[in-house]
């Protein structure tokens, strides 16, 4: 797919399965280039569940990044000097692996805070019950 080059290079692996959708937008302008990325995968399978370079295996990391429909939405940017010697290969693998990353940060968080939304009466209820034992 379009990804893989840039999934091998942020992940160590690519997916065998899924559908990737991509949509770009690409502006110049006093020559600077920038292009902004959106991305929604879905039915995301790696072969194998080994760690990626982030830590997690790609099935996790897959878990943890979609949503309830099991989509995953990334969005990144990707910013440089149409006069300079840029890599724009590693430009892009870095604007990715940051969206990967936000991505992972945003779903700790509302698993924290999903955590947090259980009733006051029914933390003190269990603190009670767990005092009665």
Known sequence: GLLTPYLSKVLGTTPDRGTLQLSSQITVH????????????????FPSDQPTTLGLGGNRLVELLADREGKVHLSFMVKGRLDGKLDWSDLTAGALREAIRQGMAR????????????PVEERLRNQLDSLGR
Not at 33 to 44: F, R
Not at 107 to 118: F, G, K, M, P, Y
């Open 30 to 45: 006093e020559g600077v280039l920038m292009s902004h990325h959106e991305v929604v995968a879905a039915q995301v399978r």
């Open 107 to 118: 779903s700790i968080q509302r698993t924290l805070d999903a955590a947090q939304q259980v």
